[in-house]
């Protein structure tokens, strides 16, 4: 019986981390594979072709759009009232 007080008594929150781990890996999922893909791909051709404007390509990725993609499923994702409240302490 006071196990059951006890989960009662407990503060819910999901962490800011796990929320946006969660975000990332299940619905950005089929978003970032391929573009991870195609930055693997710029960077291999820029060493075995010698131009480094692929590598710059790939560099312009991860600080141009990986940024992007995150501030949008951020806004999009995690700002939404319903997934929101979860990350503010509450009771069961």
Avoid: C
Wanted: glycine content about 2%.
């Amino acid at each position: 019986m006071s196990e059951v007080k006890n989960q009662k008594d407990e503060i819910i929150k999901i962490s800011q981390k796990s929320l946006l781990s969660f975000i990332f890996f299940q619905k950005l999922r089929w978003t970032l594979i391929p573009l991870s893909l195609i930055l693997i791909a710029l960077i291999l051709w820029s060493f075995i072709s010698a131009d480094f404007r692929f590598a710059i390509l790939g560099l312009m990725i991860i600080f141009i759009i990986i940024p992007l993609i995150m501030a949008f499923a951020y806004f999009f994702y995690a700002l939404h009232p319903d997934i929101a409240f979860n990350t503010l302490p509450h009771s069961p």
